[in-house]
């Protein structure tokens, strides 16, 4: 089993900063990608950063220049420094891992999600 523990969401005013972090854990072998998605209310879920591994990361272009995505590999975390905040950035944010776990199957997993709201 692999579990995605999300922490860090909350409620920060326009311009402000929040960190949120993804723990995976669970009979993990290799963890190949790890990237943060979010839902906005009324909103399909849309991709904001991406890790590979040995890769460049990737972002949305909304977020550019103002999120940071990084990780830990020998604590499968991945974080997301998250500045400048709009209101628009506001939504449900979820982490997702590919994971090959120690039976050698390979899996996306998601977190249970964290809210982020970002007051005007």
């Known amino acids: 089993q692999v579990r995605l523990v999300e922490s860090g969401g909350g409620l920060v005013q326009a311009g402000g900063s929040l960190r949120l972090s993804c723990a995976a854990s669970g009979s993990i072998f290799i963890t190949n990608h790890m990237a943060w998605y979010r839902q906005a209310p009324g909103e399909q879920r849309e991709l904001v950063a991406l890790?590979?591994?040995?890769?460049?990361?990737n972002y949305a272009d909304s977020v550019k220049g103002r999120f940071t995505i990084s990780r830990d590999n020998a604590k499968n975390t991945v974080y997301l420094q998250m500045n400048s905040l709009k209101p628009e950035d506001t939504g449900v944010y979820y982490c997702?891992?590919?994971?090959?776990?120690?039976?050698?199957?390979?899996?996306?997993?998601w977190g249970q999600g964290t809210q982020v709201t970002v007051s005007s």
């Open positions: 997702n891992a590919r994971i090959i776990t120690r039976s050698m199957n390979t899996g996306d997993y």
């Open positions: 890790s590979t591994s040995g890769g460049s990361p």
